[in-house]
């Protein structure tokens, strides 16, 4: 089936140490998302990636990047995790010419 | 600026009854999207149901329809029939239009539980 992957479903970082999460989509989707959503809160934009064009949101804090190698694959770096930082990360995708996204299962970060 | 409001944090309902979970939302595009997903407590966002602007029909998937009240901006989902399963969160969303582009705006969600 085609679907969103994102590895790990559970990671465990350091403060200040820098921690990449992986998402994979066999959708051969366009457009790429990263969310982050804190506990009992709405999912928050970080970023997309309409094929290799970046689009940040104007309130994604520096310390987060984001890379696209190819179509399939889409990562997030979080070069200094911070306390704050403890979030699910939701991947999703989307076809330009359809509206709906379709979103992997999630990464749970802690930042200890 | 595009805004999604949903005013009920938690809602019960009696297994088997209908349940309308309530969405309004605010843009001055023509052109949008709305979303309704689900997310069970293992974190995953489900797609429901999709409503676009230029509908003229209600949509419907399975026993969830969206109410379209375009004159009074509201989507409200009504899920028919509820089941213990159907327990989650519920959050309403809107992409698009000249100024969204592909972001999506969530609201802040509805709670949903479902009473055996």
């Known amino acids: 089936d085609a679907m969103v992957i994102q590895n790990p479903r559970y990671q465990v970082t350091q403060f200040g140490k820098p921690v990449t999460l992986s998402c994979s989509q066999t959708l051969n989707h366009n457009v790429m998302y990263w969310y982050q959503q804190k506990s009992s809160q709405a999912p928050k934009l970080l970023f997309h990636?309409?094929?290799?064009?970046?689009?940040n949101e104007a309130d994604t804090p520096d310390n987060f990047q984001s890379r696209r190698p190819n179509t399939s694959f889409c990562f997030l770096d979080i070069r200094s995790p911070g306390l704050g930082d403890a979030a699910m990360y939701l991947c999703?995708?989307?076809?330009?010419?359809?509206?709906?996204?379709?979103f992997g299962p999630g990464t749970r970060l802690l930042v200890l | 600026a595009q805004k999604i409001t949903q005013t009920q944090p938690g809602m019960f309902v009696q297994e088997k009854e209908a349940v309308t979970l309530d969405c309004t939302y605010d843009?001055?595009?023509?052109?949008?999207?709305l979303f309704w997903y689900k997310q069970p407590s293992s974190g995953e966002m489900i797609f429901l149901i999709y409503q676009g602007s230029y509908d003229q029909q209600n949509a419907t998937e399975g026993r969830y329809s969206l109410n379209f009240q375009k004159a009074r901006k509201s989507a409200n989902l009504v899920i028919s029939a509820s089941q213990l399963g159907d327990s989650a969160m519920y959050f309403c969303?809107?992409?698009?239009?000249?100024?969204?582009?592909?972001?999506?705006?969530f609201g802040a969600g509805t709670r949903l539980f479902v009473k055996a």
């Open positions: 990636y309409y094929d290799k064009d970046f689009n």
């Open positions: 999703a995708t989307s076809s330009a010419y359809q509206e709906t996204q379709y």
């Open positions: 969303a809107m992409r698009g239009g000249n100024t969204g582009g592909f972001k999506t705006i």
């Open positions: 843009t001055s595009d023509p052109s949008y999207g």
